[in-house]
């Protein structure tokens, strides 16, 4: 009913920069919010970044100063723009977003394939 595809991972030295895309696709009505999740080796999933339909966003301490999440509503598009990375910041990066659907007016999450980000040292 809904799909995230997800853009822009990739290998990159420390210091670098990284711009990953995902897009909704669908039976959306209205989407609440997106966000950022990511899953390193041996680590739990661990929320990057998210940000609401209104704009307020939220980060993990982690990457406050260095990511930076926006969504484009006419799109149904989020972005995360992640600077000066870290080999720490290795992991698979998934999208996630709170749809409503137009079928069913109720609010559902779905989450993305995942896009993987590696920073080499």
């Known amino acids: 009913q809904v799909q995230l595809v997800e853009s822009g991972g990739g290998l990159v030295q420390a210091g670098g920069s990284l711009r990953l895309s995902c897009a909704a696709s669908g039976n959306i009505f209205s989407i609440n919010g997106m966000g950022w999740y990511r899953q390193a080796p041996g680590k739990q999933r661990e929320l990057v970044a998210g940000i609401t339909s209104g704009g307020r966003t939220n980060y993990a301490d982690s990457v406050k100063g260095r990511f930076t999440i926006s969504m484009d509503n006419a799109k149904n598009t989020v972005y995360l723009q992640m600077n000066s990375l870290k080999p720490e910041d290795t992991a698979v990066y998934y999208c996630?977003?709170?749809?409503?659907?137009?079928?069913?007016?109720?609010?559902?999450?779905?989450r993305g394939q995942g896009t993987q980000v590696t920073v080499s040292s």
């Open positions: 996630n977003a709170r749809v409503v659907l137009v079928s069913t007016r109720i609010e559902y999450n779905y």
